[in-house]
């Protein structure tokens, strides 16, 4: 099973932009679909954007535009670039690998630690 590592976050300013990574370890990561969820306090954790292993990827409206998710299989890694951040995308955001016919979200998938992200001036 895939072990999965999340960093990048931090305290950004509104409208500027910071790169999330997550690294795996473990065997068969280019057949896993990956995506990347938050939760801000009190709110339920949510979808954000999630590639496929064959490339296809999905947004959330409220980042679509915005963020870019992408995955680099030789290095084992899953990106999220987010752009024009806003205080409603504070949140902690996790990293999340399903395999097969796993659905994403569910909590028998991969998930990271979580990297908290804070978009305040």
């Known amino acids: 099973q895939l072990q999965l590592v999340e960093s990048g976050g931090g305290l950004v300013q509104p409208g500027k932009s910071l790169r999330l990574s997550c690294a795996a370890s473990?065997?068969?990561?280019?057949?896993?679909?990956l995506g990347w969820f938050r939760q801000a306090p009190g709110k339920q954790r949510d979808l954000v954007a999630a590639?496929?292993?064959?490339?296809?990827?999905k947004y959330s409206n409220s980042v679509k535009g915005r963020f870019t998710i992408s995955r680099d299989n030789t290095k084992k890694s899953v990106y999220l670039q987010m752009n024009n951040l806003g205080p409603e995308d504070t949140a902690v955001y996790y990293c999340?690998?399903?395999?097969?016919?796993?659905?994403?979200?569910?909590?028998?998938?991969?998930w990271g630690q979580g990297t908290q992200v804070t978009v305040s001036s």
């Open positions: 999340n690998a399903a395999l097969g016919s796993e659905r994403l979200g569910l909590p028998s998938t991969r």
């Open positions: 473990g065997d068969s990561f280019g057949f896993y679909a």
């Open positions: 590639v496929l292993s064959g490339g296809d990827t």
